[in-house]
């Protein structure tokens, strides 16, 4: 299923988009898509059967935001350099471990919602993700399948990072990360059941036209159930919790210079196979 969310920000409602691409109207099923109707099997199959019967409402799509597709999301936990081609360009050594840093929830925003760039930034870069949504709470997994059997479903996450902020400015990661608006997630969560190898997946990012990614999740150090049992053993992973699991090659901090960071007026558009498709345009905060 694709699970989404639409409204103005802060009054989304739930939706699901049907087989023939048409938007239907789940309110009258689920309250909302989040951690406790992801967690809720009997929710879930309330959900999949109102889609087959075919008898949901429509929505009108048209000149209707979409917000992010998960409602309440406790934390988002990100991986770093977690791709083999990333580490290369950016000349790291790859990571014995998962690097592990956090973005706060309110840094997520819409797919198509306008990203700032923060006030004395020179350095925004862009980082299109595969995000996985966790399922069923997770704590101290035994195995790859283990992780795998945590989660609800994927969805498209453009991790927006401050390269300065981040590397330069001293401390922790999390300077260049948290940055208001830097987390545009969607436009769906996919469940689970429809993505047949998250590690078979392409993504895509291209800055005012021009494809910058090109990349692969048959690339990643650590794959996405290595990742979930990984980071299970150092905190509870809770439904609705969201896990970023890293970028491929191609982000402005790997060009020569002068790299191409990004600046007002700039659109980046992003996309991962069968998770959708982004879009935003940015301005100054």
């Avoid at 409402?57 to 083999?84: D, Q």
């Avoid at 795998?148 to 922790?172: N, P, W």
């Avoid at 191409?260 to 935003?280: F, K, N, S, W």
């Amino acid at each position: 299923m694709k699970l989404l969310r639409v409204g103005t920000t802060g009054a989304e409602r739930p939706a699901l988009l049907d087989a023939d691409g048409v938007l239907r109207d789940l309110t009258g099923v689920v309250g909302d898509i989040d951690g406790t109707v992801l967690a809720d099997d009997a929710a879930l199959a309330r959900v999949r059967a109102a889609a087959e019967a075919g008898d949901l409402p429509v929505i009108e799509a048209a000149g209707l935001r979409v917000g992010p597709p998960l409602g309440r999301i406790g934390k988002v936990v990100c991986i770093g350099l977690n791709y083999h081609d990333h580490a290369r360009e950016t000349g790291a050594e790859p990571p014995a471990e998962p690097v592990v840093f956090f973005k706060a929830p309110d840094t997520v925003i819409g797919p198509d919602d306008t990203v700032l760039v923060p006030r004395r930034s020179t350095k925004t870069d862009w980082e299109v993700e595969l995000a996985v949504v966790i399922g069923r709470t997770a704590r101290y997994l035994d195995s790859a399948a283990d992780g795998l059997a945590h989660v609800a479903g994927y969805a498209v996450a453009h991790d927006v990072s401050e390269r300065e902020f981040q590397i330069e400015r001293g401390g922790t990661w999390d300077k260049g990360k948290n940055c208001e608006t830097f987390n545009p997630l969607g436009p769906w969560l996919v469940t689970a059941d429809e993505i047949a190898d998250p590690q078979d997946l392409t993504l895509r990012l291209w800055v005012n036209g021009t494809l910058k990614q090109h990349g692969t999740t048959a690339e990643q150090i650590f794959p996405v159930g290595e990742v979930v049992c990984y980071v299970s053993q150092f905190m509870t992973l809770y439904p609705g919790d969201v896990i970023n699991t890293g970028t491929p090659a191609g982000v402005a901090m790997g060009h020569p210079d002068p790299k191409p960071y990004l600046r007002a007026g700039d659109v980046v558009e992003l996309e991962i196979t069968g998770l959708g498709r982004q879009r935003q345009k940015l301005k100054d905060a």
